[in-house]
């Protein structure tokens, strides 16, 4: 399928092109869509595009020698997938990557790239900064799982949801499944299936897929109160803004 100028610029990556490079880029790309269940790529597969989701969600991930699927990332509409691959120069994919959910995926040849990419200086520079919130954000996995009980990770995670989708924190529905969710965090099912339920006495209650954050206060000290990072966090941010707001609205 084609792409069409106006949805390539959309891209927060592709924002900043001029009418030229725009349709350079046009010219040497195409979006191919990606079923739920369906894998974009797999681990081992031969590198032979870039990509940057357009609409949907995919799952990145490996399988560990006994068949269990470890969840390195869950990106969305506007994430680039393979850009640490592509800089690197990697021969053949380290992941696998599979549709959570029917997707539309930008894909750019890696040889044409590789070739151009220093004709678009601005691309290049947030690819590396993209590259770079990506190692940050990995950081941060690594000292929650060796900081914060199972209870501050799940409530860390839905508070980013709320952040990553908009949604109301007093009221949301789960995007992904519960499963995808345990594997993201790196936990078995029925650990995160049990934390959950331990999170009504922590303001946090959650029926089915429903999800209703009760006491914000409550749900921001459990999740921040053992992370380094938590002033530098886009989502600890975003609920105190809506905390003094609510208490400037007397709420």
Same mark, same amino acid.
């Given at each position: 399928?084609?792409?069409?100028?106006?949805?390539?610029?959309?891209?927060?990556?592709?924002?900043?092109?001029?009418?030229?490079?725009?349709?350079?880029?046009?010219?040497?790309?195409?979006?191919?869509?990606?079923?739920?269940?369906?894998?974009?790529?797999?681990?081992?597969?031969?590198?032979?595009?870039?990509?940057?989701?357009?609409?949907? #969600?995919?799952?990145?991930?490996?399988?560990?020698?006994?068949?269990? %699927?470890?969840?390195?990332?869950?990106?969305?509409?506007?994430?680039?997938?393979?850009?640490?691959?592509?800089?690197?120069?990697?021969?053949? $994919?380290?992941?696998?990557?599979?549709?959570?959910?029917?997707?539309?995926?930008? %894909?750019?040849?890696?040889?044409?790239?590789?070739?151009?990419?220093?004709?678009?200086?601005?691309?290049?520079?947030?690819?590396?900064?993209?590259?770079?919130?990506?190692?940050?954000? #990995?950081?941060?996995?690594? %000292?929650?799982?060796?900081?914060?009980?199972?209870?501050?990770?799940?409530?860390?995670?839905?508070?980013?949801?709320?952040?990553?989708?908009?949604?109301?924190? $007093?009221?949301?529905?789960?995007?992904?499944?519960?499963?995808?969710?345990?594997?993201?965090?790196?936990?078995?099912?029925?650990?995160?299936?049990?934390?959950?339920?331990?999170?009504?006495?922590?303001?946090?209650?959650?029926?089915?897929? $429903?999800?209703?954050?009760?006491?914000?206060?409550?749900?921001?000290?459990?999740?921040?109160?053992?992370?380094?990072?938590?002033?530098?966090?886009?989502?600890?941010?975003?609920?105190? %803004?809506?905390?003094?707001?609510?208490?400037?609205?007397?709420?």
């Amino acid at each position: 399928m084609i792409i069409a100028l106006d949805t390539l610029r959309a891209l927060p990556l592709f924002s900043d092109l001029s009418q030229d490079e725009g349709a350079i880029l046009v010219r040497n790309s195409r979006i191919v869509t990606s079923k739920r269940g369906q894998y974009l790529f797999m681990h081992g597969d031969k590198i032979t595009h870039f990509y940057v989701i357009c609409r949907g #969600a995919l799952q990145i991930f490996r399988e560990t020698p006994g068949g269990r %699927e470890v969840t390195n990332d869950i990106l969305i509409a506007g994430d680039s997938v393979n850009a640490d691959e592509v800089v690197a120069r990697q021969a053949e $994919h380290a992941m696998n990557a599979r549709a959570v959910e029917d997707c539309s995926v930008l %894909e750019i040849p890696t040889a044409w790239m590789r070739e151009h990419l220093k004709d678009f200086d601005h691309i290049a520079e947030k690819l590396l900064a993209g590259i770079a919130d990506r190692l940050h954000s #990995a950081q941060v996995d690594v %000292e929650q799982l060796t900081t914060m009980s199972a209870a501050q990770m799940v409530a860390c995670y839905l508070q980013k949801l709320c952040v990553l989708y908009n949604f109301d924190p $007093h009221g949301f529905e789960l995007p992904y499944t519960k499963a995808l969710i345990a594997s993201r965090l790196h936990m078995e099912k029925e650990t995160f299936s049990r934390t959950l339920q331990t999170l009504r006495d922590q303001g946090i209650m959650v029926t089915g897929a $429903h999800v209703s954050i009760k006491d914000m206060r409550k749900a921001d000290n459990l999740a921040c109160a053992e992370c380094s990072m938590a002033e530098e966090c886009g989502a600890h941010r975003a609920l105190h %803004e809506k905390l003094e707001k609510n208490v400037g609205h007397g709420a």
